[in-house]
């Protein structure tokens, strides 16, 4: 029969509008202007992102790829997981990779992720491929307390967060975000991060700015996502992508320079946004770690770090950890 899988949705049905229209209200006013990188991802915003992660100037994909091929192995032989929960649904490569090397038959598979459509497309294919994987999908976002499903009390538990996601959230939000991880870990559970390393700072930049414009167009997508969700009338072409890498901060800025002085009704919020000429508004920040910094971030968490597996020649490492 059709395989089916279970699937528990903690968010309501306004989250999505509420989140992006108190985000944009918030971030459109304030100086310099920011808004959070969760406003990307529509269809066309994830396809663009599938793109980015062929591109021969974004190594992070392929690098961490390369190393879950090295190490998926060691990762089950270390952490002997009989569940799987996997912040942002991979039904990537790499998740496959972890399923296999744990062994999917009786492994429950839980993919956390904002989007429904994407948890669906995931839970479909996976239990597709592994008829006797039980997955359990859950929509939620990292800002809500994570309340995981049912799991088998007695196996140990690997909370994957994978793709250097991680480096969206600012230093200041790191640790209190390592520690809500660590606050549903028990001491045989362990914690997955993959982190894209400091590396040359033409190169980083290159991965945000590539030449084919994939980049660009991931960026100003956030325009179009603007307009159709809340009314507004963004001109695509009086803004211009940039890269930046913000050295203080140690990460890269992706921004939208505004080409003109002008004015931009955004309906839904019954506001206009002003930009000068000239000014940048910062749309994603990307973290990039050291093994050392991270070690101590999750330290600072009450993590203790207890595998790195890096590959220094990409700038990529995959940590495992334990609350
Ligand atoms: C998916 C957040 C890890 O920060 O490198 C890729 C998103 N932004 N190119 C990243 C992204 C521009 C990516 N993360």
Redesign the pocket.
Same mark, same amino acid.
């Given at each position: 029969g059709i395989r089916t899988y279970d699937y528990t949705d903690t968010l309501d049905a306004e989250h999505y509008a509420t989140a992006l229209r108190a985000d944009i209200r918030d971030g459109l006013t304030r100086t310099p202007k920011s808004t959070a990188?969760t406003w #990307?991802y529509d269809a066309r915003g994830s396809e663009l #992102?599938e793109e %980015? @992660?062929q591109l021969e100037e974004?190594p992070?994909w392929r690098a961490e790829l390369g190393l879950f091929l090295l190490h998926a192995r060691d990762i089950a032989e270390r952490t002997k997981a009989r569940s799987l929960v996997e912040l942002g649904s991979g039904s990537s490569t790499k998740t496959k990779l972890i399923l296999e090397a744990l062994g999917p038959a009786g492994l429950h598979y839980v993919p956390v992720d904002v989007s429904e459509d994407a948890l669906h497309q995931a839970g479909a294919q996976l239990v597709q491929e592994y008829p006797q994987l039980v997955l359990h999908a859950l929509r939620a976002d990292f800002t809500t307390p994570l309340v995981l499903p049912e799991l088998p009390d007695g196996d140990p538990r690997l909370i994957a967060f994978i $793709? /250097? @996601?991680l $480096?969206?959230f600012r230093r200041s939000a790191r640790v209190p975000f390592l520690r809500e991880l660590r606050s549903i870990m028990r001491p045989e559970d362990f914690l997955l991060i993959g982190a894209?390393l400091v590396k040359d700072t033409q190169e980083m930049i290159a991965?945000?700015d590539d030449s084919e414009g994939v @980049?660009a167009a #991931?960026?100003k997508n956030l325009l179009y996502v603007l307009n159709r969700e809340l009314d507004a009338d963004f001109k695509p072409d009086a803004f211009e992508h940039r890269a930046v890498w913000n050295g203080a901060e140690q990460h %890269?800025e992706?921004r939208l320079r505004s080409l003109a002085d002008q004015h931009v009704a955004i309906e839904r919020l019954g506001l206009t946004a002003h930009f000068d000429q000239g000014e940048e508004w910062i749309t994603?920040r /990307?973290a990039k770690f050291t093994t050392d910094g991270l070690k101590a971030e999750l330290a600072a968490a009450g993590l203790d770090t207890d595998q790195v597996w890096a590959d220094p020649d990409a700038g990529f490492a995959v940590i495992l950890a334990t609350a």
């Open positions: 990188p #990307f #992102f %980015i @992660t974004y992070l $793709g /250097s @996601t $480096g969206n894209d991965a945000y @980049t #991931f960026n %890269i992706m994603e /990307s």
